[in-house]
């Protein structure tokens, strides 16, 4: 099993007291950045996700610039268990999508097969919430990524 070294930013106590605090702080689309650093994910994943959020790939370093994530020392990722976190992340959106949209899932169920790594996650992760919202609500797709996010970070 092969082993790769990668830096993974990492939230800062000012990052952590942020987002406690009142959500219009940020903006969303860096508030759900800021979510997704977790000292797991590198750099390039995390620009993947900034990206999928309509963000340019000086959002990381915004989020640097104001004290909210800094670098932590390079570390060895097993490539098997950050798949395992991607399936289990996966697995909890349909289960939470099939719950929100009440048997109106089975596009997204179909579509979910096609997931095989993070990019391919994020896109569907951002189809579901447009499906979610035009079913439902934005306030309900803003819930149900924010819950899908937090899952998969953790």
């Known amino acids: 099993m092969s082993r790769t070294a990668v830096a993974a930013p990492a939230k800062t106590e000012a990052a952590r007291q942020l987002l406690a605090g009142p959500r219009g702080t940020l903006p969303v689309p860096l508030r759900m950045l800021l979510i997704n650093v977790d000292g797991r994910r590198d750099e390039p994943a995390l620009l993947d996700i900034a990206r999928s959020l309509g963000l340019d790939d ?20 097993d490539p098997s268990a950050r798949q395992r976190r991607l399936m289990r992340a996966k697995m909890f959106a349909l289960d939470l ?24 996650f994020l896109v569907w992760l951002a189809d579901a919430c ?25």
Do not use: K, N, W, Y
Request: net charge positive.
């Open 130 to 154: 447009a499906h979610i919202e035009a079913v439902a609500s934005a306030e309900r797709a803003q819930v149900f990524r924010e819950r899908v996010v937090a899952a998969a970070g953790g």
């Open 58 to 77: 000086q959002a990381l370093q915004t989020l640097r610039d104001a004290g909210l994530v800094t670098a932590r020392p390079a570390r060895q990722v």
């Open 97 to 120: 999508a099939a719950r929100m949209l009440a048997g109106r899932d089975a596009e997204l169920r179909d579509s979910a097969r096609l997931v095989d790594c993070e990019a391919s």
